[in-house]
């Protein structure tokens, strides 16, 4: 889509927010305990109170909105929720903060959007009317904080995420209770985010930062963000069914000794796609692996398979590898590798492994030219969409964008 094209969509989905809300020359809050009769409400400040998000309804963000410690969001089914455009301390998202708790459960036949104010989408639809797939940037994203622990430089015990300014205090994570609980997702699709807040410092689609053991996250889709597709820092929360299509950065990444496991997910790489997978290790003495398993990855001529860093550990095994560059074309894009002494001492001693890896390669690449430092010895060469390893697709029917714009067949 051209500029000139978006320009006019964020225009005219401002003002078709805005005359839709006002009445006289005041902007509706919502109540939180009465959420009122208009089909679009604006939420101006932090959730103070259990609230609950209704289906049928879209809910707009003003800004940075956080879910105070104590406090319940509940998000019904098909509800959509558009955040406003903004950049630095202006940027819009959604912060569940420690102590918070999120219930935004949607179904297959009627999940929960979060998008920008400029997609013209309306409750009931799975496509976006109006904006490409491609297109990040627009709002911040969603962000999860929890008690749970992480691996923190100088071994202290909370942290700021990264893409909240450091004044706000919701921003916290960290602790020592790895079976926290901060509520619920299921099939939730995220897209067009990560606002850039400062210099090199975007907003991820899915944020999870110390969130524990108890919380729930499965079928969820992050679609054009501008950084990571979804990051965790420490933690303990599994996640189940994702898939990260057009990240800007890292499709995956992973910091601070994550301790959970991601079961059956799907890379799409779009244009500006770094890294596949971004495995870094830990930042304190508190070590923690995590588990990848069941995946199926597509790539381009721009992206890496993975990069694993700095110390990085856990368990990835039945993944499957596509489309990719030759490495030795693209200076070294399209591979798996292994930076750094500590990473590789790590996969040495068997704190990093690697196992039923497949991958389809461009004629005449090897599997040594592609997965690096030994990590060919735990893949095997496949004919496209021979694969015997990978995500079950199947699960992301009917609720996805990904799916609907069959961009999850194998071709």
Known sequence: MKKTTLLVNLLLGSLLIFSSCIEGNERPTIDPGNPGSDNVLVVESNITTNTTWETGKTYVLSGRISVTAGNTLTIQEGVIVKGEVGTGPNASALI?????????????????????????????QIASPNLDPDLTGLWGGLLILGNARGSFAGDITEVQIEGIPPSDTNGLYGGNDDTDNSGVLKYVSIRHGGANIGEGNEINGLTLGG?????????VEVIGNQDDGIEWFGGTVSVKNAIVWNAGDDALDTDQAWAGTLDNFVVITGGETDHALEIDGPEGSYNAGHTFINGTVKGNDVAEFGDFRDGARG????????NFSNPEDTNGRGDLSLSGDKTIANFSEGQLTFSNLQATLVEGVTLSQVFKGGTDAF?????????????DLSVFSNWSWANEAGVLTIQ
């Open 211 to 219: 969130v524990g053991s108890e919380t729930v996250i499965e079928n």
């Open 315 to 322: 368990t990835f095994e039945n993944i499957y590898f596509y």
């Open 96 to 124: 569940v903060a420690r102590g918070a708790t999120i219930n935004a459960v949607g179904t297959a036949t009627n999940p929960i959007i979060f998008t920008t104010i400029a997609d013209e989408i309306a409750p009931g």
């Open 379 to 391: 893949a095997t060469e496949v004919e496209l969409g021979a694969n015997t390893v990978g995500a």
